[in-house]
């Protein structure tokens, strides 16, 4: 039984920012208020809706056709065929099951110029007002009259994915597997949507939130900027998103109350916002988008001036859970040192990470570094030849296997053999590279589609550091921690990571109000001790913001000063959080 088996669940799944403003729902509602903006315009009213891929055409194309009197341009009709498109495209996307190049392309490379100048002339020469619907429709009308941006998180993208109901720019690939489809998305697609939204951010009038099929809501670019503001200037929490793994616990639908009927989840993005979504709160309800909007609107204020000048507008900073509390090992694996990364797949850094243990059942364990003598050559024969007969590969021979405990923090540097054994709920604090990981062996068995996992050996023999061996991974990996403050009521630990990361995590323990502060870049914690806490500023910059047991949350790098305290069921209680930060040396 573990620490948390009786704790009842107040964990929150839909944490939102509250914000003034009007909203528009159902597509009839919609209609009506795109009809009475176009209205001043006249005759000469040309409106662009441009849609983020993933954004189910079928549904908006078919609404957007109804305004009365508009000739409708379809922005489809516009690409370049989709076998040019596939080949322009292929050497980024590759042929490889996960991973391809980061591209450079723009809407200019995907649309056809011949049809785009025909459009722009019909466009000139309509009778009437015109509407341009689709992928580049703010390319091909650069000053519109109206501009209307249909939104889609990437996690929404992902389930339409897996139903096979969506393709990518300017192909037809719904029914290829959904890891190729998300492939796709990763280096060409969303690098080609992002660069186009962030030009467009602050001349877009309306947003339409379509990620629930057949109930769309729509903002005024004035109400997305106001909540995206504040949002940046106080302690808020993305939308995490939960999923089942072939590993996959228990542990999680209790803490988190998820659907007991799941036979298990295994993973919760808990602040990725590459990946997670943003809620406003609108008039009452719930208008939803990508959580990167925030970062490329507000990046200043939510990551701080030094971040942004290292890493632009990448949130550096991931926290995910990975439960394997009543489930399985994870895949043992390895990620890619910086330069490997930078030369094979086009990113600018790795995704150095550490473990930090929630909760673990007793005898849980986690696999870190190489036991001392292992001959290179030797593993990496052991390990190819149980790919290819699969047979056993003997992981105690050759990897460190070390005891596991709540609170225990591994650091797991690039370059690292690492996974977590079973009966583990850990905490996963790294950089945000998040598809790059080179599973080495899978112990056998298949993914949740039946099929056998992706295995890349290859990849990890070029990047497997065989100087971390036994005497390394003790000294410098495995569950250091220093006191570095303490006072009233609370202690603060240094707990990593690494040297050679660039993330900190400092760990606090308190009974009473403990003071932080951002010094100019951007916290994110995690409640890992405690029922209730709340975070508040002594100047009442921001309403106090109530985090719950394991919610991550954001500090922006505008907030500065803030103090923690135990609240509510916690009140003269110790709490603890766990605390990263980008590190700069002085």
């Known amino acids: 039984m573990t620490n948390n088996e009786m704790r009842t669940s107040n964990y929150d799944k839909f944490p939102y920012t509250p914000v003034a403003g009007t909203m528009c729902s159902g597509w009839p509602e919609i ?7 176009m209205q001043p315009h006249g005759q000469n ?7 983020y891929q993933g954004v189910l055409h079928t549904e908006l194309a078919a609404q957007l056709r109804t305004l009365p009197g508009v000739t409708f341009i379809n922005t489809n009709d516009l690409f370049k065929p989709a076998e040019e498109t596939e080949r322009m495209t292929h050497p980024w996307v590759t042929d490889d099951r996960l991973f391809g190049r980061r591209a450079s392309f723009s809407y200019a490379d995907f649309l056809c110029p011949e049809r785009v100048e025909a459009c722009r002339q019909q466009i000139e020469q309509a009778r009437g007002p015109v509407l341009v619907y689709g992928h580049g429709a703010a390319e091909v009308v650069s000053r519109p009259s109206i501009l209307v941006y249909a939104d889609m998180p990437r996690w929404e993208i992902q389930q339409r994915e897996r139903r096979h109901i969506i393709d990518g720019l300017g192909v037809r690939n719904r029914e290829e597997m959904p890891s190729k489809q998300y492939k796709r998305g990763y280096f060409v697609d969303w690098i080609v949507c992002d660069n186009l939204k962030k030009r467009l951010m602050e001349r877009v009038d309306f947003w339409l939130d379509t990620t629930i099929e057949g109930h769309p809501k729509m903002i005024s670019g004035a109400t997305m900027l106001q909540g995206l503001a504040l949002t940046a200037r106080r302690p808020f929490r993305v939308v995490p998103f939960f999923d089942p793994a072939p590993w996959g616990g228990q542990w999680m639908k209790r803490v988190c109350g998820l659907d007991p009927a799941q036979q298990n989840y295994g993973w919760c993005f808990d602040c990725v916002p590459e990946e997670n ?5 609108v008039d009452g309800q719930l208008f939803e988008m990508p959580a990167n909007n925030l970062v490329f609107s507000q990046t200043r204020a939510l990551l701080g001036g030094s971040v942004e000048a290292r890493f632009g507008q990448d949130f ?6 990975l439960d394997t509390i009543g489930g399985g090992n994870l895949s043992l694996q390895v990620h890619p040192t910086t330069q490997y990364i930078r030369d094979t797949f086009g990113i600018w850094y790795t995704q150095d990470e550490s473990y930090y243990l929630l909760d673990a059942e007793d005898g849980a364990t986690v696999f870190l570094g190489l036991k001392d003598g292992v001959d290179s050559s030797e593993m990496i024969s052991a390990l190819e030849e149980a790919q290819n007969t699969g047979g056993e590969f003997d992981v105690k021979r050759y990897v460190n296997q ?13 370059g690292t053999i690492h996974c977590s054994g079973a009966g583990a709920m850990v905490l996963e604090i790294s950089a945000t590279p998040s598809i790059f990981t080179f599973k080495l062996y899978d112990w056998g068995r298949l993914g949740l589609d039946g099929l056998p996992r992706p295995i890349n050996i290859g990849h990890g023999a070029h990047v497997i550091q065989w100087e971390r061996n036994t005497g390394f991974t003790r000294k410098n990996l495995v569950n250091h921690v220093e006191t570095v403050a303490r006072g009233d009521g609370w202690k603060e630990e240094r707990t990593g990571l690494h040297e050679n990361e660039f993330i900190e995590t400092r760990r606090h323990w308190f009974t009473k109000p403990v003071e932080h502060h951002t010094c100019g870049g951007v916290n994110v914690l995690n409640l890992v001790e405690g029922d209730e806490a709340v975070v508040e500023s002594q100047s009442g910059a921001f309403e ?7 919610e991550t949350f954001i500090v922006p790098a505008a907030v500065g000063r803030y103090t923690i305290r135990p609240y509510g069921r916690s009140e003269g209680r110790q709490c603890g959080t766990i605390k990263a930060y980008v590190r700069f040396r002085q």
């Open 31 to 37: 209609l009506g208020r795109l009809a009475e903006a």
């Open 316 to 321: 550096p900073i991931r926290f995910d859970f």
């Open 544 to 550: 106090p913001f109530v985090v719950h047991y394991a």
């Open 45 to 51: 009213c040309v409106a662009a809706v441009e849609c």
């Open 277 to 281: 979504s943003l809620m406003l709160q």
């Open 402 to 414: 070390w005891p596991a405990k709540k609170h225990d923090h591994f650091l797991i540097p690039a």
